[in-house]
């Protein structure tokens, strides 16, 4: 694959279905192989299974039993569903905003000069990688009512705490600060994209007469936009599907004010046996998330700037 | 002209693709097990071709050094049966080993003896029809039933057919906080399951005797934030056939006023007498039951056999057992449950024979001497009683002859529980009664209020789950 | 103002700023280099009041982990729970195993996802954006759902109770890597392949000599979260593994709890304490790649 043919389409610029855009096509797919294979092993039979299942009764253990809309029929009258995407949405409303802030934020301040900045990389980056049921049950003793640590440091302020996870209007931001904790995780991808912007835009800024402020907003935002959207769809599609704090903690009380969607998705499928009507529901959260997702990207369309992009 | 070849040859790629993964698919469609939706009414269909030799595999949990225990059990086994080869599969306990269990059993490759130890018990397989029944072996080797507890073995049958062996007994009893009782000028809890003085009435005035604000100390703990809330006054949700068939069918929780009043009692303890934890307290220590009263600060709480060992490590206090206390007035007997497991056995599988000599095994007293007893709780045999207080009081050489004699007498004054001895519980359980449950904790509603704005879905509920089960 | 220069002469526009910038810059940025420790400092502080918990927790006997009142300091600092709790469960083995499998996932993640998102960013195709919105969605489906129907193929290929299924979909790529990846790769002027082009470079040789070079951060975070993702995955091994010998931490830790009310807290704390190391280690070291403006040369302006 020769590369001065390449230029000479760009310099003439006629579209033609050259040998070498196709060859190009070629490198396209010989480079998403392995991408492309394991989908069509692992996950697009699945995939479509699931979808099948959705209109099917199947307890797991035996075979399922095709019962048509049945599952979608009961879905619309089924009001736990309703609460739990009430629930969810509260929670990524809160979570996902102030998550992504506090991560830019911190990854700002870090990268821009800290003493012992490695360590505090690390301890910041520290609670992300703790899997999830011990760190519950710590959590769950941090926010007793009586005794926890969050409490009695409230009270030595003369506050109050509420009764945190059985509480109906506390229990949510609970967890949503409990979400905070994991900042680390998107910090560290922010801190990977501040370290891509070269120093010369900077440099040229600075000499411009651009004060810090306006460096932030004309360089450092337009420069992180990608890592921000990546951030950003992850961070919905994450807070979508958060399942095993509320599994652990509160089983989804005190009376549904906690069922996140993934919780009852998960009670469906492997408490209650009702495969098929957790399939079911995972489409139609799917079908919320791509629908979320899809408006995130064209929202914010313009304002990503891809420094590499190319000519599609 | 360019962009259309491209999309007709994506397309078609497309096509190729969802055909070949259809055809993947269908390949790999769950291995139908035998007898999927037909009842398991008496085994008329031949079992499955028999492999002597094969290997029997034994789905066993894992928790906290329960492995030790199997392990030592099924060695004994192994070394009595030569013949026979075990393969053990541990997993963790609750939800995973049923999901484990489940997967087992939509791949293929069911085990022989399992043991949920959570909320979806063996009926809830049988209704299925995947439980294997063990009678045609119950009366060949005339294995002797009159050892087992009644009430356990009556929950082993499904539709007439024994389908599962009682494997342990957890009681539930009092543990009281001595020292707390002493401070307060009271005398220690009767051991006496029999006394009908010690009622519950009695109970809610020791625990407002036990409260004190000035020390933080609370009398009780929440009677029980769950569905056994219902059973405090001797009374019931559902009809008493829901433990002989297993299936949740008659919701009665409206219609009895008895139990209305005792789920307003235990919610009185909490909210006006404030003597009761919260169910906000618990929650933080209710992950794998750790329990407040280990902080020394509840005089008394309904605790289980299970509790024991944890109990053992309290350095700072001294604790007792005691009976549970009678339905005011004793009026009516208690109703309260003993955990029981099973271990049972799924049908397809490869020896069968094989499989059957470890179940066997399992129940008997040689190995119920290993697991259960040597790991902690009390067996599922009456006459293996006096071996487990033996064991205990190695371990707790403090206790006294009453306490250890009210721990083998707890079982006898108790009975299976709703939740893994039926089949549809789990759903309402989660779905309807729990949220009624913590409507009333929170202070929402009433007792009264909460019970009946939740029959229609309950009934509904009911309804829903009991669909195809006869 | 102190500045170097004194002869009129000398006095150039652009220069004269510089003493006073200089000397406010330096002051500016000492302020801003503390004040931004402090508020760091502060937010670290109480990201650790659990870990502290867990370390505290680690040390003590297990009767008195929730005995009131509160203390963070153990009444007798149990250094015995740590090895005790390693001979209480096969740890060494678990934490062995696990270590196999998430080294094998991570090389396999970092080389895959790289060469697709190489295609995604860099190389036209037909029906690229097609399959990227499919591979957008299939972060988006719950995996409990799709869960049995995998389960079953590995049946079928007879991976069960192997490693298999645990390491080998990491080699195919992963769609949060891949997406990853693309977004960085995005960020690399193309102009940069052009050049190369001219100079007659196949795409590999642009994969392989300029982007992953380039691309150090971004590969370290792929790395970073590949490693966190196999170690901490619970529910794979749960599912694939059967044979004791073979199963991993997160399942293994597991083993201290019990759900009857005796689960060895002291012992889970430190079991958990233990299981941070790797992760945290691979953190440290590929700390290395994220050094400020290493990233472009040679590239003018």
């Known amino acids: ?118 360590v505090f990389r690390t301890v910041y980056y520290l609670p992300a990688i703790i899997s999830g049921v011990p760190v519950a049950l710590v959590w769950m003793w941090v926010l007793n009512p009586d ?5 009695s440091a409230l009270r030595t302020i003369g506050i109050q705490g509420p009764a945190w996870l059985f509480n109906r209007e506390w229990v949510i931001p609970a967890f949503i600060m409990m979400s905070l904790w994991n900042v680390g995780a998107p910090m560290v991808i922010f801190l990977a994209g501040l370290q891509g912007i070269p120093q010369h835009l900077y440099e040229a800024a600075e000499i411009d007469g651009a004060t810090t402020i306006e460096r932030f907003f004309y360089v450092t935002i337009p420069m992180m936009s990608p890592v921000i959207l990546f951030n950003l769809v992850l961070g919905v599609i994450g807070s979508f599907q958060i399942f095993t704090p509320a599994y652990i903690m509160t089983s989804g009380g005190p009376a549904n004010a906690s069922l996140f969607y993934g919780l009852y998705l998960y009670d469906n499928a492997f408490r209650f046996l009702k495969m098929g009507y957790a399939s079911a529901l995972a489409w139609l959260m799917f079908m919320i998330i791509l629908i979320l997702t899809l408006l995130i990207f064209r929202l914010t369309g313009r304002w990503v700037y891809y420094e590499g992009s190319i000519q599609s | 002209m360019r962009n259309q070849l491209n999309r007709r040859s994506f397309l078609k790629m497309a096509g190729m693709v969802t055909g070949a993964s259809a055809l993947a698919l269908a390949g790999c469609a769950p291995a139908a097990t035998p007898n999927t939706s037909a009842p398991a009414v008496a085994a008329t269909s031949a079992p499955p071709a028999q492999q002597a030799g094969a290997p029997v595999p034994a789905l066993l949990r894992s928790d906290a050094g329960e492995k030790d225990y199997f392990e030592k ?45 959570s909320a979806r018990g063996y009926r809830y397989y049988a209704s299925k029809g995947l439980s294997q029944p063990l009678d045609d072996f119950i009366n060949r080797d005339k294995v002797d039933m ?15 057919q024994y389908m599962a062996l009682p494997l342990d007994a957890w009681p539930h009893l009092v543990i009281f906080n ?88 235990v919610a009185d303890m909490v909210l006006k007498d404030k003597t009761a934890t919260t169910p906000a307290q618990e929650k933080s220590l209710a992950a794998a039951n750790q329990n407040p009263f280990t902080t020394g600060k509840v005089a008394m709480y309904v605790g289980n056999i299970g509790d024991l060992s944890t109990l053992q490590q309290i350095t700072d206090f001294d604790w007792g057992l005691a009976a549970l206390p009678f339905p005011p007035g004793a009026s009516l007997p208690r109703h309260w449950h003993v955990w029981i497991d099973f271990w049972s056995m799924i049908k397809g599988v490869k020896n069968l024979e094989g499989a059957w000599q470890l179940l066997k095994f399992m129940v008997s007293a040689d190995a119920q001497k290993i697991y259960p007893i040597e790991y902690g709780p009390q067996s599922s045999l009456k006459s293996l009683a006096n071996y487990w207080v033996e064991v205990q009081k190695k371990l707790m050489p403090k206790k006294t002859d009453q306490e250890f004699q009210t721990m083998i ?62 | 103002m102190t500045a170097t220069t004194t002869s009129h002469a000398d006095y150039h526009p652009t220069e004269a700023e510089r003493p006073i910038w200089y000397k406010r810059k330096s002051v500016r940025k000492r302020i801003s280099l503390w004040s931004n420790t402090i508020i760091i400092l502060l937010g670290a502080l109480i990201l650790m009041v659990p870990l502290a918990w867990m370390l505290s927790t680690s040390l003590k006997a297990n009767g008195e982990v929730f005995h009131l009142p ?108 891949i997406f990853l990846l693309r977004q960085f790769f995005m960020t690399i002027p193309s102009e940069l392949d052009d050049a190369a082009k001219i100079d007659g470079a196949t795409f590999w040789d642009i994969y392989w000599r300029i982007m992953l070079p380039l691309s150090k951060p971004a590969l370290a975070t792929v790395a970073i979260f590949a490693f966190y993702d196999s170690w901490n995955d619970f529910r794979s091994p749960l599912i694939y ?30 079991a958990t304490l233990l299981t941070l190391i790797p992760p945290l280690l691979i953190f440290f070291f590929t700390q290395r790649f994220f050094i400020q403006g290493a990233i472009l040369t040679g590239l003018k302006g």
């Not at chain 1, 005794?147 to 409490?151: A, M, P, Q, R, S």
């Open chain 1, 147 to 151: 005794f926890g640590v969050l409490n």
């Open chain 3, 241 to 270: 593994l059967n044979s004791d010998n073979l199963l991993t931490l997160p399942v293994g830790l597991s083993s201290y709890m019990s759900t009857l009310g005796n689960t060895h807290w002291n012992y889970l704390m430190a």
């Open chain 2, 178 to 265: 001595r020292d707390l009782f002493k401070k307060a000028g009271l005398p220690d809890l009767t051991t006496d399951w029999t006394d009908k003085t010690w009622d519950t009435n009695a109970y809610a005035e020791l625990a407002k005797k036990l409260t004190d604000p000035a020390t933080q100390t609370l009398g009780s703990r929440i009677y029980s934030s769950g569905w056994p809330a219902g059973w405090v006054f001797g009374t019931d949700w559902f009809t008493p056939d829901v433990y002989e068939t297993g299936i949740v069918k008659t919701w009665i929780g409206d219609k009895t006023p008895q139990t209305i009043a005792a789920v307003q009692w």
């Open chain 3, 70 to 177: 509160i203390s963070w300091i153990p009444r007798k600092i149990l250094f015995q729970n740590y090895p005790d709790a390693i001979t209480y469960v096969p740890f060494p083995t678990y934490y062995r195993n696990s270590l196999f499998i998430a080294s094998l996932s991570v090389i396999g993640a970092v080389l895959s996802s790289s060469l697709v998102a190489f295609a995604f960013a860099r190389l036209r195709g037909p029906g690229k954006n097609i399959l990227f919105i499919i591979l957008l969605s299939t972060l988006m489906l719950p995996s409990e759902v799709t869960l049995v129907p995998i389960y079953l193929i590995m049946r079928n290929l007879g991976w069960l109770d192997s490693y298999r299924p645990l390491i080998v979909p990491y080699w195919f790529g992963g769609a949060f890597y």
């Open chain 2, 146 to 160: 009159s050892d087992f507890f009644e009430d356990a073995l009556k929950g082993c049958k499904y539709k007439g």
């Open chain 2, 73 to 117: 059990a099924i060695s004994l086994f192994e070394s009595r049966n030569p013949t026979i080869k075990v393969t053990r599969v541990y997993s963790p306990g609750q939800e995973p080993y049923t999901t484990k269990l489940d997967l087992m059993i939509a791949g293929g490759d069911p085990p022989a003896i399992y043991a949920p130890f």
């Open chain 1, 1 to 118: 694959m020769s590369g001065t043919e390449i230029t000479a389409t760009r310099i003439t610029g006629r579209q033609r279905p050259s040998k070498l855009l196709r060859k190009e096509y070629l490198a396209f797919y010989l480079f998403a192989s392995p991408w492309l294979l394991g989908l069509l092993f692992f996950t697009l039979g699945p995939t479509i299974a699931s979808f099948v299942l959705s209109f099917s009764e199947y307890p797991l253990i035996v075979a399922p039993t095709w019962i048509g809309l049945a599952n979608y029929a009961n879905m619309i009258t089924d009001e736990l569903i309703v609460q739990a995407l009430k629930v969810t949405f509260l929670y990524s409303l809160g979570a996902v905003p102030l998550g992504l802030t506090a991560a830019f934020l911190i990854a700002i301040l870090m990268n821009q000069g800290i003493h012992g900045i490695r």
């Open chain 2, 409 to 470: 007498d707890a079982p006898k004054n108790e009975q299976i529980d709703l939740e893994n001895w039926t089949i549809n519980f789990s759903p309402i359980q989660t779905q309807a009664m729990q949220p009624m449950l913590d409507t009333v904790w929170l202070g929402e509603k009433t007792a009264e209020q909460a019970i009946k704005d939740v029959t229609p879905k309950m009934n509904q509920l009911i309804k829903d789950t009991t669909a195809g089960l006869s």
